[in-house]
Each structure stands twice: as structure tokens, then as C-alpha cells.
Nanobody
């Protein structure tokens, strides 16, 4: 069982930056592939970024590529999402998710495959 808690969301102006953090409980955090997803009002949850269980591979949605960076610190049971050059369309609730029973280096952009989810953190980008 893994519990995930996201922090770092807030109101920011367009062009600004934020770093989201996701703290995970449990001693086997390093064995999970992790992902960040987001959900805007009236829209479905969508993929933003993913990182493999060993951190060697990352993947990004086209809409955030070049602006967002996902990383993990297994010693601290943390995964981060650094968001730069924020745009109003980035406004959403951001969720982190953990997937067990994964292959090294593999990435998982499909939210349906994840086992554990945090409660989300609100990011609002004003124009």
C-alpha cells in the first residue's frame, strides 16, 4: 500500500514557475513507476509526465514538453514536477500516481494502469 500526498499548487501568473512535490509512504517507493496527471474543470484527467522506477526514463505530453520536468528522489520518497513558462491552459488539479509491478525503464502514460493516487493539488495560472 502506498499513500501519496501532493503539495506545491497555487495561483501563479502566466510565464511563472512552480514545483509540485509528491510524498509517498512505504518502503518500496523505488520499485514504483510514477506519473503526474492533471484534470481541468469539465475535462477528463490527462497525462502530463511519467518517470520510470529507476528514474532513467521520462516521458511528457506534447502540451508540456520543454516546459515541465519530472524527477524523483528515492532516498526521500519524493517525486517532483518542475513547471516553467506556465500558461493559463495549465490550470488544473494535478495528481501524482504510482504503479507497481513495472519493468525497469518502462513508462506508463495511461492513467488506468496506475494503482495509487494522491488527492491532488490545485494549480491556477492567471493571464
Amino acid at each position: 500500500q502506498v499513500q501519496l500526498v501532493e503539495t506545491g499548487g497555487k495561483l501563479v501568473q502566466a510565464g511563472g514557475s512552480l514545483r509540485l512535490s509528491c510524498a509517498a509512504s512505504g518502503r518500496t517507493f523505488s520499485s514504483y513507476a510514477m506519473g503526474w496527471f492533471r484534470q481541468a474543470p469539465g475535462k477528463e484527467r490527462e497525462f502530463a509526465a511519467a518517470i520510470s522506477k529507476n528514474g532513467e526514463s521520462t516521458m511528457y505530453a506534447d502540451s508540456v514538453k520543454g516546459r515541465f520536468t519530472i524527477s524523483r528522489d528515492d532516498a526521500k520518497n519524493l517525486v517532483y514536477l518542475q513547471m516553467n513558462s506556465l500558461e493559463p491552459d495549465d490550470t488544473a488539479v494535478y495528481f501524482c500516481a504510482a504503479k507497481s509491478n513495472v519493468f525497469s525503464g518502462r513508462l506508463y502514460p495511461d492513467p488506468r494502469t496506475y494503482d495509487y493516487w494522491g488527492q491532488g493539488t490545485q494549480v491556477t495560472v492567471s493571464s
